[in-house]
């Protein structure tokens, strides 16, 4: 699923015919694809599960190491041993996305043996839906790429004239 729909597209770019659709959709995602690389999130939920060794502990601390996390639906300890929720808290406490779960007082992380992990199965992303400016900026990505398909390869770049003036695309 794209962070944008093809009628919103559609409406950015003027068009009224469904000829281009498949491409327009196309773009949308190639364009959710430059924004996640570039930011290093995804902006949108999705379900899944994420595994964890017991080199991102540190005492009580899980980290999640660069995901974000919305809402955790099952917790597997290292040792296969699922964890109640309410023998762990996420961090920030008051915040979305979490980045952290801490186990409470008296409760630890367990391994079975050297490759066992832990898993977190729960929703992951940045927010349920995408922020009204990465939606903008997604449209607006998705457009600049479709209008290239009609550009010579000379007008998708800034280009420098010989007196030194910049021109951009």
């Known amino acids: 699923m794209s962070y944008a729909?093809?009628?919103?597209?559609?409406?950015?770019?003027?068009?009224?015919?469904?000829?281009?659709?498949?491409?327009?959709?196309?773009?949308?995602?190639?364009?959710?694809?430059?924004?996640?690389?570039?930011?290093?999130?995804?902006?949108?939920?999705?379900?899944?599960?994420?595994?964890?060794?017991?080199?991102?502990?540190y005492g009580q601390d899980l980290n999640l190491y660069g995901y974000d996390l919305l809402t955790v639906t099952e917790l597997i300890n290292g040792d296969g041993v699922e964890i109640a929720s309410d023998a762990y808290r996420l961090y920030p406490r008051n915040d979305l996305p979490k980045w952290m779960i801490r186990l409470n007082d008296g409760k630890s992380w367990n391994f079975s043996d050297g490759d066992s992990e832990i898993s977190v199965t729960g929703t992951w992303g940045y927010s349920a839906t995408a922020p009204?400016?990465?939606?903008?900026?997604?449209?607006?990505?998705?457009?600049?790429?479709?209008?290239?398909?009609?550009?010579?390869?000379?007008?998708?770049?800034p280009m420098i004239t010989g007196d030194g003036v910049t021109i951009m695309p």
């Open 132 to 157: 009204a400016d990465i939606v903008h900026a997604c449209i607006r990505l998705a457009a600049f790429l479709y209008r290239q398909k009609d550009t010579s390869a000379d007008l998708d770049r």
């Open 5 to 57: 729909i093809v009628n919103d597209l559609k409406d950015y770019l003027g068009i009224t015919t469904s000829t281009d659709d498949n491409l327009l959709e196309n773009m949308l995602m190639r364009a959710e694809g430059i924004i996640d690389a570039y930011t290093g999130r995804h902006f949108e939920a999705e379900t899944a599960t994420k595994y964890f060794t017991s080199a991102d502990t």
